[in-house]
């Protein structure tokens, strides 16, 4: 862990290399989210609707619960979980190749610092374009529950934007914020541990690669526990 | 010149070197033989500081790398080329952007005396028009000769290769190792090569060290291997028939 924060042999590859991984752990993560997003927010809508089917209950409580569910837990853990899969699985194969391959021994014999090099660029670009992506799920979320209740007639777009508003805490989106660049920290320092250590050969680095999704995901479950009963738990 | 006194290395009850003294001269292609598990890759490691040497030391001309700061560490790196066995090419990077990462990394030279060196350094491993393609678009061969070409894009002290001709077709081997004797006479080098390639040891072989459960058993040139009768020799280099001929032709020839 230390070797990662030593100062850069030169800091414009350093820049290049985080410019890159943006745009593989980032940008390649948008269509992912974006589906996953729209449909479950869909979701989230009908079933809240199914259970809160009581004359007695207005309508736009069912924006409300959705609005929560997302903003609170779907987009920030069940994204940062699907990511972790994704983003997780990518890191720890493709370190686990490059060290199998003798690519990292390579960075090595030139005298880079090879964590710094390969891993640094890596966990920030997750913790800064990981809460790009979970806003974007937000938004899509509760859009999906938008168009899926004006669709099945379960509720009005009036309640269900009516909804949205009452008692909207925009404390909620920052915490959730906060708790993604926490999982984002997880996710790829620990796929990066993984595929960074891996010993042997393709086997090895497909084994890595299953522990890294596994550990990363636990990790973010149990992360999630924890900030949630800190922050929000008193 | 690269003077290694001592050198012992440890894998938990392994020994792997048991004391290696050997002295690799500047401008020779200098090469280490032995079966597999002698500990010539382990002793390549500990030269280029991958694995870290449990007694000895290990003098770049005259500097000893085991007693250095990092810093110095971090400037004597920069004097070392690496030709791996698979070539160690970054997937993700062409030909050329493989050989312009160290440049880019560490180089303080205009883009053009950059993008200059590069080419120069392609075109002396005869890759010029191959500099658009990645590495798994080219042949084993050629991936060698990027891995040399970026080996020596920093003007290196020092060239180390692993079994630069494993997985090779015999003259795609002799191709390689001409290259790098070339590369050593051309830029005044120490070049130290792993190998259990007999044809490179009589091609190329200005010193040869045998290295046998990790201790140096013999050493010499690629005349002398064909005269001696030391038993480590005899028993490593001439088991086929191809070598018993060559040394009983060169015995001959002596006569």
New interface residues.
């Given amino acids: 862990m230390g070797r990662l924060f030593h100062k850069p042999e030169r800091f414009s590859m350093y820049r290049k290399s985080f410019a890159k991984e943006i745009d593989y752990l980032g940008y390649d993560s948008v269509a992912i989210v974006a589906i996953i997003s729209l449909f479950v927010g869909a979701v989230v809508t009908i079933q809240t609707a199914l259970n809160l089917d009581n004359p007695i209950i207005p309508a736009y409580y069912i924006a409300i619960a959705t609005r929560e569910s997302i903003i609170l837990e779907f987009s920030p853990t069940m994204i940062s979980l699907i990511l972790a899969g994704k983003v997780g699985s990518n890191i720890a194969s493709t370190l686990g190749t490059m060290r199998v391959s003798e690519q990292i021994e390579a960075l090595d014999v030139m005298g880079i610092n090879s964590p710094a090099y390969l891993i640094l660029p890596k966990i920030l670009a997750s913790m800064i374009f990981n809460p790009i992506l979970i806003l974007l799920s937000m938004f899509l979320g509760i859009l999906g529950g938008y168009i899926a209740g004006d669709l099945s007639g379960m509720i009005t777009p009036p309640d269900y934007v009516l909804g949205l508003q009452l008692g909207f805490r925009p404390y909620y989106v920052a915490y959730s914020l906060s708790k993604t660049v926490v999982f984002a920290f997880l996710i790829t320092s620990i796929s990066a541990y993984y595929g960074f250590t891996v010993k042997g050969g393709a086997v090895e680095v497909g084994a890595a690669s299953t522990k890294a999704v596994v550990t990363s995901s636990v990790a973010v479950i149990i992360a999630n526990y924890i900030i949630t009963q800190v922050v929000l738990g008193n | 010149m690269i003077e290694v006194r001592g050198l012992e290395k440890s894998f938990d009850d392994n020994n792997v070197l048991k004391g290696v003294d050997v002295v690799f001269k500047k401008g020779k292609t200098n090469l280490i033989i032995g079966r597999s598990g002698s500990g010539k890759t382990v002793f390549l490691k500990c030269l ?3 694995h870290l040497a449990d007694k000895g030391s290990i003098l770049y001309d005259g500097r000893d790398s085991r007693l250095m700061e990092r810093k110095e ?6 004097e ?1 080329g ?1 030709v ?3 070539g ?4 993700s990077l062409t030909v050329r952007e493989n050989v312009l990462f ?1 440049l ?3 180089a303080d030279l205009s883009q053009s005396e950059i993008m200059d060196r590069a080419e120069f350094c392609l075109s002396r491993v005869k890759l010029g028009d191959a500099g658009e393609r990645y590495p798994a678009e080219i042949s084993g061969g050629m991936k060698k000769r990027v891995s040399i070409a970026r080996a020596i894009v920093l003007n290196p002290k020092y060239l180390f290769c692993d079994e630069p001709n494993s997985g090779l077709d015999p003259m795609t081997a002799v191709i390689i190792d001409n290259l790098l004797k070339e590369i050593t006479e051309e830029f005044d080098i120490t070049t130290v090569i792993n190998t259990h390639d007999m044809n490179s040891v009589m091609e190329i072989g200005d010193h040869i060290v045998l290295l046998k459960d990790g201790r140096k058993v013999w050493e010499g040139n690629r005349f002398e291997i064909l005269q001696t009768e030391d038993p480590n020799i005899t028993d490593f280099v001439f088991t086929s028939e191809l070598f018993k001929t060559i040394k009983g032709v060169a015995k001959a020839g002596r006569k």
Avoid: E, S
């Fill in positions: 280029l500081g991958l560490q971090g400037k004597l790196r920069q070392l690496m791996f066995q698979g160690a090419l970054f997937d160290p880019q990394m560490f």
